[in-house]
């Protein structure tokens, strides 16, 4: 399920994802999506290692990236839900709501939450959901698709005016 790199592209074939990233993109190192999802970082540069690492967490995070000048961030997630009984029966939306509700809580964010969309990405339909951040300035775009009990989360966060539609013509 762990996606690879060649050049500034980045690849999951299992997900039928590709991102080619422009100049002035910075990726996060694997240690550091290692720490976030709790893992040794070895787990994260074998394919059989990961694997059978990411059977055993919630969260994976795969991939970051960060745009320099902008600090516009693409944040490529896997959440497990096979270690839970219902896991097959939560759906994009139950996900999404559980994320809307943490946001929420933190009273020191202000956000605007709109309806949610669709778009496709490699011929596979996301449900897209965003958020403004009435405060800070910012957009936070939760785009995600259920594979049986896993679920693909591509989280998308603007500073700027850059709109959501030049973001995902990096995507195939």
Do not use: C
């Not at 600090?71 to 994009?92: A, H, P, Q, R, W």
């Amino acid at each position: 399920m762990r996606g690879a790199w060649s050049g500034t592209t980045y690849i999951n074939e299992s997900i039928k994802l590709q991102i080619d990233f422009p100049d002035g993109w910075k990726v996060a190192k694997d240690d550091y999506l290692a720490e976030l999802a709790g893992m040794i970082t070895a787990a994260l540069t074998d394919k059989e290692k990961w694997t059978a690492e990411a059977a055993t967490k919630p969260i994976m995070y795969d991939m970051m990236a960060v745009e320099t000048a902008s600090k516009n961030s693409i944040l490529l997630v896997f959440d497990n839900f096979s270690m839970m009984d219902n896991g097959s029966s939560i759906t994009e939306e139950d996900l999404y709501n559980s994320q809307k509700a943490q946001m929420e809580e933190d009273k020191t964010l202000a956000y605007k939450f709109y309806e949610p969309s669709q778009t496709t990405i490699g011929g596979v339909t996301y449900s897209v959901w965003r958020a403004d951040e009435m405060n800070n300035h910012y957009s936070r775009y939760d785009i995600i698709h259920k594979n049986g009990k896993f679920m693909t989360r591509i989280i998308i966060t603007l500073n700027d005016d850059t709109k959501i539609d030049t973001i995902l013509a990096m995507f195939k």
